[in-house]
């Protein structure tokens, strides 16, 4: 897409990143079609031994999918979001969790509810689910149990629930892991790059921009924040090109608020962030490839 070129509206399922060989029912998916493609209730995404996409969710919630992998979006909305994982391996990076939506994962028959902002992995081979950080409410057909920071359950032990701890420095080492980090790195050094100089930017639904530059869509928080990889998101109410525009479906206080003013606040150049002032950078930030 030209630098310039009008984007869709964010929903739960646009496309935010292609990499490699990936599809959704037949169609390729390239570049191109980052702005202008969201995945529909029923409709499936895959990728090939090269492919990896980057999917959004809920404001804050990037879905990533890795080599050899398929899903299916089964419910796109604010208040209720749902993928089922069929094959291979996905990644939910959730910087935020606003209150009232419903963020879940599948496989087969075991649904994970998202509770807290936090890193998940969700395999099919093994089938397994895993917490990097944050909380998931891991749901059977006859038992659920909630598992934090470093527990993963291995659902081949069927609806036992038996949690058990996992190698997080082997998993860091996973090539989803990795490429998830870099984006996630992308994305924060994208967002203090609005932060410095709005303008050119263009709010495309709550807690997202289009990034002309770049072509794919970017994340403003409701309130700074940190990535559960450690990098640094300004956040707030922004002034700039935000100035005085309504924007529906946008969250207030991580409250969905349909409908709500979106960004609006004083004209100039301040941010309310992280240490640095005026468009300043962040302190501390953290984070890199391991």
Known sequence: MPPGAAAEMVRPGSLNYVEGQVSSNGQALNPQSVGHFTLRPGQSLQTTADGYAEVLLTPGAFLRVGPNSELRMTSVGLADTRINVTHGNALVEADQVIEGAHLEVTLGTTSADILKKGLYGFSTDPQDVRVFDGKLDVIGQTNNREIGKGDQILLANGDNMKKSGFDEKQAKSDPLYVWSEARSRDEAAQN???????YGYAPVGGGWFWDPYTSYYGFWPSAYLYSPFGFGFYGGYYPGFYYGG????????????????????VHGNGVGGFH???????HGGGGGRR
């Open 192 to 198: 203090k790059l609005v932060a410095q100089n709005p």
């Open 246 to 265: 309504y924007h529906p479906g946008f969250f207030r206080g991580g409250r969905i608020a349909g409908g709500a003013p979106g960004f609006s606040g």
């Open 276 to 282: 640095g002032g005026e468009g300043g950078g962040f």
